[in-house]
C-alpha cells in the first residue's frame, strides 16, 4: 500500500507550520520496523502559540456563538475526510500496525461516518429551558437553564484507535462551540496531521479553532498544555498513571478532567452459555488489533463445571487466529506499536508464568516473523484472580482464563479489580445474563455478543477506568457548562 498525502506540519492558528526549531522526528512502521516518514517535533514555544491562538479564538469570535457555522465547517471536514479515505488508510495501517479489516470500521470509516451523529446532536440540542416562576425573599423570578461550551479544551489521545480518537473528542468538542488544542500520540501523528490538513484546505474553521500540536516527547510539551490556566478542560484518553498526572496538574487551576482510562474487563462465561458463540468471541476479542484496546476482556472467567472442555476449544481457537502483516485483510491481528510496548507485554508473559499460571497458547515472539513489533496469541489457564497478569493492564494479546463456582462468584471475581470499564456476560438465559451484567461495575456491558459501540452510545469507566463518557448524548454534555439565568416577572 503506498503512503502519499503525509502531512508532516502541524495545525497552529489556522496555519500549516513547521516546529519553530524546524525539529523533526521519525515515524516507524511497527509491522516493518522502517521508518516511513517524518513529523515536527513541538516545543512547548509551539504549544504556548497553539493555547493563544484557541483562547483568542474562543474569546474573541463568534465561534461559541453560531451554531449554523460550526455545523457547516464540520460537515464540511466530514465530506474532506470522506474523499481522502483512501490517502488516509494506507498512513492509518502503516503508523498504527492496525490490521486493514479494521480500517474499514471502528480504525476509520465508522468514526468518520458517525460524525454526522455528534453534528446532528449538536444541532438537536436544547441549549435552553426555562424554569417554572420561583418566589424567593418576596422576588418572584423567572429562569432560564443555559448551557454554553467550556471554553478552550486540550485534548490527548494515544495511539490505539489514534484517527477515531482524535474525531471523537474534536467533534463534539467543536459542535459545542469550544475551541481545540489537540496533542496526539507520539508513535500515531499522522491520523491527527491529516485532520489538520483537511481543516485547514477544505473548511471554513477560523484561524486557532482547531490546533494540532506533534510532539516526540509528550512529558514536556503535555505539561504546558495541562497546567495552562488559558485552558479551561482537559479531555484525555490514554493510561491510568498519565489520566492521574493530568488529573493533579489540572487541579492547580480547577480544570475540567475528563479522563478515559485503562481497563481489564473480564468477560464470564456462564455454565448454560452457547459455549462455541462464547469462546469464540473472547479469542476474536483479545487478538483484535493485538489486545491493543483498552474495553478488550482480557481476564476470562470460566465455570469450573466446564472448565476443561472450554479450554480446549479455546486453545484450538487461539492456535488457528490469522495474524501478521496488517495490510493482509485475512489478519486478525498486526504487531504492537513499538519496541516498548512488545518487551512490556513479554514481560507480563514471564510474570505470568513465574506466578503459577499455566501456559497453554503462545508465550513469545512468532518464528516466521522476523521483522516487526509482534507477540504471538497467548493463553494462560489457571490464572490467580489476584496475579499480576489478572490485575494488570497488559495490552497486549494475552487472554487470563481464571475458572469460578457459580454466579456470585464469578461477580465477585469481576469486579475484583480498580479498573471498571468494559465486560462481557454469555448465557443460555437472557435473565440471568442480564441479572449478572447489572452487577458488575462497568460502564459498558456486552450481553451474549452484543455490541454496545456507536456514535449513540456513552462509553466511559467505573473506577480508575476513567471520570466522564465519551460517544452518545452524554459524551457531548461533557464539553458543556451549565449557567442559570434569572430575571423578574
Ligand atoms: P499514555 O497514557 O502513555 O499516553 C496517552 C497520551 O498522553 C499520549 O498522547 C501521550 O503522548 C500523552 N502524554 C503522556 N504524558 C503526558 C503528559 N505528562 N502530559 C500530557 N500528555 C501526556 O497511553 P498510551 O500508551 O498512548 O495508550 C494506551 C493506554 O490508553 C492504555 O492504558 C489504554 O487502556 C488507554 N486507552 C483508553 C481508552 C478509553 O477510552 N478508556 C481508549 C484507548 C486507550
Same mark, same amino acid.
Given at each position: 500500500?503506498?503512503?502519499?498525502?503525509?502531512?508532516?506540519?502541524?495545525?497552529?492558528?489556522?496555519?500549516?507550520?513547521?516546529?519553530?526549531?524546524?525539529?523533526?522526528?521519525?515515524? $516507524?512502521?511497527?509491522?516493518?520496523?522502517?521508518?516511513?516518514?517524518?513529523?515536527?517535533?513541538?516545543?512547548?514555544?509551539?504549544?504556548?502559540?497553539?493555547?493563544?491562538?484557541?483562547?483568542?479564538?474562543?474569546?474573541?469570535?463568534?465561534?461559541?456563538?453560531?451554531?449554523?457555522?460550526?455545523?457547516?465547517?464540520?460537515?464540511?471536514?466530514?465530506?474532506?475526510?470522506?474523499?481522502?479515505?483512501?490517502?488516509?488508510?494506507?498512513?492509518?495501517?502503516?503508523?498504527?500496525?492496525?490490521?486493514?479489516?479494521?480500517?474499514?470500521?471502528?480504525?476509520?470509516?465508522?468514526?468518520?461516518?458517525?460524525?454526522?451523529?455528534?453534528?446532528?446532536?449538536?444541532?438537536?440540542?436544547?441549549?435552553?429551558?426555562?424554569?417554572?416562576?420561583?418566589?424567593?425573599?418576596?422576588?418572584?423570578?423567572?429562569?432560564?437553564?443555559?448551557?454554553?461550551?467550556?471554553?478552550?479544551?486540550?485534548?490527548?489521545?494515544?495511539?490505539?484507535?489514534?484517527?477515531?480518537?482524535?474525531?471523537?473528542?474534536?467533534?463534539?468538542?467543536?459542535?459545542?462551540?469550544?475551541?481545540?488544542?489537540?496533542?496526539?500520540?507520539?508513535?500515531?501523528?499522522?491520523?491527527?496531521?491529516?485532520?489538520?490538513?483537511?481543516?485547514?484546505?477544505?473548511?471554513?474553521?477560523?484561524?486557532?479553532?482547531?490546533?494540532?500540536?506533534?510532539?516526540?516527547?509528550?512529558?514536556?510539551?503535555?505539561?504546558?498544555?495541562?497546567?495552562?490556566?488559558?485552558?479551561?478542560?482537559?479531555?484525555?484518553?490514554?493510561?491510568?498513571?498519565?489520566?492521574?498526572?493530568?488529573?493533579?496538574?489540572?487541579?492547580?487551576?480547577?480544570?475540567?478532567?475528563?479522563?478515559?482510562?485503562?481497563?481489564?474487563?473480564?468477560?464470564?462465561?456462564?455454565?448454560?452459555?452457547?459455549?462455541?458463540?462464547?469462546?469464540?468471541?473472547?479469542?476474536?476479542?483479545?487478538?483484535?488489533?493485538?489486545?491493543?484496546?483498552?474495553?478488550?476482556?482480557?481476564?476470562?472467567?470460566?465455570?469450573?463445571?466446564?472448565?476443561?472442555?472450554?479450554?480446549?476449544?479455546?486453545?484450538?481457537?487461539?492456535?488457528?487466529?490469522?495474524?501478521?502483516?496488517?495490510?493482509?485483510?485475512?489478519?486478525?491481528?498486526?504487531?504492537?506499536? #513499538?519496541?516498548?510496548?512488545?518487551?512490556?507485554?513479554?514481560?507480563?508473559?514471564?510474570?505470568?508464568?513465574?506466578?503459577?499460571?499455566?501456559?497453554?497458547?503462545?508465550?513469545?515472539?512468532?518464528?516466521?516473523?522476523?521483522?516487526?513489533?509482534?507477540?504471538?496469541?497467548?493463553?494462560?489457564?489457571?490464572?490467580?484472580?489476584?496475579?499480576?497478569?489478572?490485575?494488570?493492564?497488559?495490552?497486549?494479546?494475552?487472554?487470563?482464563?481464571?475458572?469460578?463456582?457459580?454466579?456470585?462468584?464469578?461477580?465477585? $471475581?469481576? #469486579?475484583?479489580?480498580?479498573?471498571?470499564?468494559?465486560?462481557?456476560?454469555?448465557?443460555?438465559?437472557?435473565?440471568?445474563?442480564?441479572?449478572?451484567?447489572?452487577?458488575?461495575?462497568?460502564?459498558?456491558?456486552?450481553?451474549?455478543?452484543?455490541?454496545?459501540?456507536?456514535?449513540?452510545?456513552?462509553?466511559?469507566?467505573?473506577?480508575?477506568?476513567?471520570?466522564?463518557?465519551?460517544?452518545?448524548?452524554?459524551?457531548?454534555?461533557?464539553?458543556?457548562?451549565?449557567?442559570?439565568?434569572?430575571?423578574?416577572?
Amino acid at each position: 500500500m503506498s503512503l502519499t498525502g503525509i502531512e508532516e506540519r502541524m495545525l497552529i492558528d489556522g496555519q500549516l507550520v513547521k516546529a519553530s526549531s524546524g525539529r523533526l522526528y521519525d515515524n $516507524i512502521n511497527p509491522a516493518t520496523e522502517e521508518v516511513i516518514g517524518q513529523v515536527a517535533d513541538a516545543s512547548p514555544g509551539d504549544m504556548d502559540r497553539a493555547i493563544a491562538a484557541a483562547r483568542r479564538a474562543f474569546d474573541e469570535t463568534s465561534w461559541s456563538t453560531d451554531l449554523a457555522f460550526r455545523k457547516k465547517c464540520l460537515e464540511q471536514l466530514q465530506t474532506a475526510l470522506a474523499a481522502e479515505r483512501e490517502t488516509l488508510r494506507p498512513q492509518i495501517i502503516a503508523e498504527v500496525g492496525a490490521p486493514l479489516a479494521l480500517t474499514y470500521a471502528v480504525q476509520q470509516d465508522t468514526c468518520i461516518n458517525d460524525m454526522s451523529w455528534d453534528i446532528g446532536v449538536a444541532a438537536d440540542f436544547e441549549w435552553e429551558r426555562d424554569l417554572p416562576v420561583s418566589d424567593f425573599f418576596g422576588i418572584k423570578s423567572r429562569k432560564k437553564v443555559v448551557h454554553e461550551p467550556v471554553g478552550v479544551v486540550a485534548a490527548i489521545t494515544p495511539w490505539n484507535f489514534p484517527f477515531m480518537l482524535n474525531v471523537s473528542k474534536i467533534v463534539p468538542a467543536l459542535m459545542a462551540g469550544n475551541t481545540v488544542v489537540l496533542k496526539p500520540a507520539p508513535d500515531t501523528p499522522w491520523s491527527a496531521t491529516f485532520i489538520g490538513k483537511l481543516a485547514a484546505e477544505k473548511t471554513d474553521l477560523p484561524p486557532g479553532v482547531l490546533n494540532i500540536v506533534t510532539a516526540q516527547h509528550p512529558a514536556e510539551v503535555g505539561d504546558v498544555l495541562t497546567g495552562d490556566p488559558r485552558v479551561d478542560m482537559v479531555s484525555f484518553t490514554g493510561s491510568t498513571a498519565v489520566g492521574k498526572h493530568i488529573a493533579r496538574r489540572g487541579a492547580d487551576t480547577v480544570k475540567r478532567i475528563f479522563l478515559e482510562l485503562g481497563g481489564k474487563s473480564a468477560s464470564i462465561v456462564l455454565d448454560d452459555a452457547d459455549l462455541g458463540a462464547a469462546l469464540a468471541g473472547a479469542v476474536m476479542g483479545v487478538c483484535t488489533h493485538a489486545g491493543q484496546g483498552c474495553a478488550i476482556p482480557t481476564r476470562l472467567l470460566l465455570p469450573r463445571s466446564r472448565y476443561a472442555e472450554c479450554l480446549e476449544i479455546l486453545a484450538d481457537s487461539m492456535r488457528k487466529t490469522k495474524y501478521g502483516d496488517p495490510t493482509n485483510i485475512e489478519n486478525l491481528m498486526g504487531p504492537l506499536v #513499538n519496541a516498548r510496548q512488545r518487551e512490556r507485554v513479554l514481560g507480563y508473559i514471564e510474570k505470568g508464568k513465574a506466578e503459577g499460571a499455566r501456559l497453554l497458547v503462545g508465550g513469545g515472539r512468532p518464528k516466521h516473523l522476523e521483522k516487526g513489533y509482534f507477540v504471538e496469541p497467548t493463553l494462560f489457564a489457571d490464572v490467580d484472580p489476584h496475579a499480576t497478569i489478572a490485575q494488570e493492564e497488559i495490552f497486549g494479546p494475552v487472554l487470563a482464563v481464571i475458572p469460578f463456582e457459580d454466579d456470585d462468584d464469578a461477580v465477585r $471475581i469481576a #469486579n475484583d479489580s480498580r479498573y471498571g470499564l468494559s465486560g462481557a456476560v454469555s448465557s443460555g438465559s437472557l435473565d440471568r445474563a442480564m441479572a449478572v451484567a447489572r452487577r458488575i461495575r462497568t460502564g459498558t456491558m456486552s450481553v451474549n455478543g452484543g455490541m454496545w459501540f456507536g456514535a449513540d452510545t456513552p462509553f466511559g469507566g467505573y473506577k480508575e477506568s476513567g471520570i466522564g463518557r465519551e460517544h452518545g448524548l452524554e459524551g457531548f454534555r461533557e464539553y458543556l457548562q451549565t449557567k442559570a439565568i434569572a430575571y423578574p416577572v
